[in-house]
């Protein structure tokens, strides 16, 4: 009995060891997911006109915190209830736009120029050292209609690889008003293809889906906010660009639904290709019988349209 007790405490203090060395492993491999839906509820209590923010400048500082966390541990990317990818570029597009109240036109002068002042303290204290930083606070001034940056806006309009801050750079850009950046906006209408997706809200597969670029839409914005005309339906891409950001969500969670729709609903060989990719990977038979339905009903639904 003794030497089954001692087996025992042995066997119990292996496991209690084995979980030491172990587990800290494994919830470092394991990384910790923010829904996007709580990034947002947390930016609306900073940006709701009863909150403890007593003046912009206190406003700012919460929302750069905020966007700071967002940059540090992105959330999890998802299709939105109502239509499109959310993703962090989404999240972190909504967070900078909310700075000043999401750009209210009733914005007053002297709160532009608190969050401008905020601003370019901001990047002096910790803009200098971090570029990714310094990018997002440039972005941030332009949008207070500062034109000392209109050169930065374009470089990054022009030059940066993340879709979502070449449309926040154009979206500055339409507040500064300055006409220098009129050939850098032109060629983004006519050349970049960050693309999403827009729906009107359905999330049925044959709703012949919409595939725009929201860069080219910000630049047609800020070419007509200069009195320059644009031609109809500049915004609209390539089907195909689309699909990669889409493809990556469907391993992103464990039940993509909304993500095959959208993907089937986009339609091209591109996209079929992507959920048949998805079918062949999965271990989910019901996913699987999902995914094919959806590609089924698209392709029925393009043939009757």
């Not at 007790?5 to 060891?17: K, Q």
């Not at 609306?44 to 500082?61: F, G």
Request: overall charge neutral; some cysteine.
């Amino acid at each position: 009995m003794n030497t089954i007790y001692r087996s025992s405490i042995r066997l119990a203090m292996i496991a209690c060891l084995a979980q030491v060395i172990f587990l800290p492993r494994i919830c470092a491999a394991e990384p910790v997911r923010v829904k996007s839906s709580d990034r947002i509820a947390a930016l609306q209590v900073i940006t709701n006109k009863y909150s403890a923010a007593a003046s912009a400048r206190e406003r700012a500082e919460q929302c750069f915190s905020l966007l700071k966390q967002e940059m540090k541990l992105p959330s999890t990317a998802g299709m939105g209830s109502a239509g499109g990818p959310i993703d962090t570029g989404y999240v972190q597009n909504v967070i900078i736009g909310s700075f000043l109240y999401s750009n209210a036109p009733n914005v007053g002068e002297q709160e532009r120029l608190e969050v401008r002042e905020w601003a370019k303290d901001a990047l002096k204290r910790e803009g200098e050292a971090d570029k990714e930083l310094h990018d997002r606070l440039i972005l941030l001034i332009g949008h207070t209609g500062d034109k000392s940056v209109v050169g930065e806006l374009v470089t990054i309009l022009q030059n940066h690889p993340e879709g979502y801050m070449r449309y926040e750079a154009a979206m500055a850009l339409f507040d500064t008003k300055d006409p220098a950046s009129v050939p850098a906006l032109k060629h983004a209408l006519e050349t970049d293809t960050y693309a999403r997706v827009r729906t009107g809200g359905s999330l049925e597969p044959n709703v012949g889906a919409i595939v725009y670029s929201p860069v080219r839409q910000a630049a047609a914005r800020a070419l007509k906010h200069l009195g320059l005309s644009v031609p109809e339906e500049a915004d609209i891409v390539d089907a195909k660009n689309v699909v990669p950001q889409l493809e990556k969500m469907l391993y992103s969670n464990d039940a993509p639904f909304r993500e095959l729709m959208f993907l089937a609903g986009v339609g091209g060989p591109d996209a079929e290709d992507a959920v048949n990719r998805f079918i062949a990977k999965t271990a989910s038979s019901s996913l699987a019988d999902f995914a094919r339905d959806a590609l089924e009903r698209a392709k029925t639904g393009r043939a009757i349209n």
